[in-house]
């Protein structure tokens, strides 16, 4: 944090998306947040990224005492107030399934994606076992991930995610929906 933020004491951020924000470790306790950015050294910004704390997750702040205990990615993940300071959120709406119009225009299957586009996962088109093997690999909904290049026959398609390579087949890649960024 600069000098000059420390002296007005300014609680609310102004992020390039314009939204009005706050840092997590200000945020009431209880409340469901989208994370808009992360904040300070690229080492710190990647561990948090590796927690899950990724910019368009969705984190719930369960306590707050010493440090918190925040919900992302359907885990319960304790950090410190400090490294809180670092996570950039803004308020989302409660009604389930709530995108807006510009979200949806946007979204497209992995499979469809071209080299080099970048996304976050939003969804999966169906729910059964072989979503549940992709979440177990990293891909979870709220996770940026990169296209890095089609096998000659299109199929497997390899992609960066959490910081590793990983390829999925085709018919993977045609469950996951995401959201282009």
Known sequence: ??????????????????K?????????????LHIECLHGEEGTCQRLREM???????????????????????SKVVIS??????????????????????EIAKTVLLSKMAAGQKGVIDDFV???DDCERIEEMGLTPGE???????????????IKVRGYSLSLRKQEADLIRVILI
């Open 20 to 32: 009005s924000c706050q840092k997590l470790s200000e945020a009431a306790t209880g409340s469901r």
């Open 1 to 18: 944090m600069s000098w000059w933020k420390k002296i007005l004491g300014a609680k609310k951020e102004e992020c390039t998306c314009g």
């Open 81 to 102: 107030k400090k490294l809180a300071e670092n996570i950039i959120v803004s308020d989302i709406c409660h009604l389930k399934g709530h995108k807006s119009p510009k």
């Open 52 to 74: 899950g704390f990724c910019e368009s997750s969705v984190v719930e702040k369960i306590a707050d005492s010493g440090a918190l205990i925040c919900k992302v990615c359907d």
């Open 144 to 158: 940026e991930i990169e296209i890095i290049r089609y096998a000659p026959l299109g199929d497997p398609i390899e």
């Open 126 to 128: 169906v729910a059964g």
